[in-house]
């Protein structure tokens, strides 16, 4: 949370070329969306690098919490369907 003496934070997201996944680039603090993409231009495309920004409130990201590891990304063993083990390759197929 921002204080009094604080311009909210962003999270900011670059593409190196169109079609490219966004990467995290790191966080600026900003007023407004306008102020966000102009400080995250001049912080993380200084050098021509990038052909686009993505910029988000970061109040607005959900995250899970590492402490739940275990529960959150249980791998559901007993769902025999979800592993590649429960299908049988048809015979003569090279691939699927």
């Known amino acids: 949370m921002a204080t009094e003496?604080?311009?909210p934070k962003w999270e900011v997201f670059t593409q190196i070329k169109p079609g490219a996944n966004y990467i995290h680039?790191?966080?600026i603090h900003?007023?407004?969306k306008e102020m966000a993409l102009q400080n995250a231009r001049d912080t993380y495309t200084r050098r021509g690098e990038g052909t686009s920004?993505?910029?988000v409130p970061s109040h607005a990201?959900?995250?899970s919490n590492p402490d739940d590891k275990e529960m959150?990304?249980?791998p559901?063993?007993?769902k025999i369907y979800r592993l590649p083990t429960f299908y049988v390759m048809p015979e003569g197929a090279?691939?699927?």
Request: no cysteine; charged share 20%; glycine share 4%.
């Open 5 to 7: 003496t604080e311009f």
């Open 25 to 27: 680039a790191g966080m």
């Open 30 to 32: 900003a007023t407004d």
């Open 53 to 55: 920004i993505w910029v």
């Open 61 to 63: 990201i959900v995250a």
């Open 72 to 74: 959150f990304f249980d």
């Open 76 to 78: 559901a063993n007993d």
């Open 94 to 96: 090279k691939a699927i």
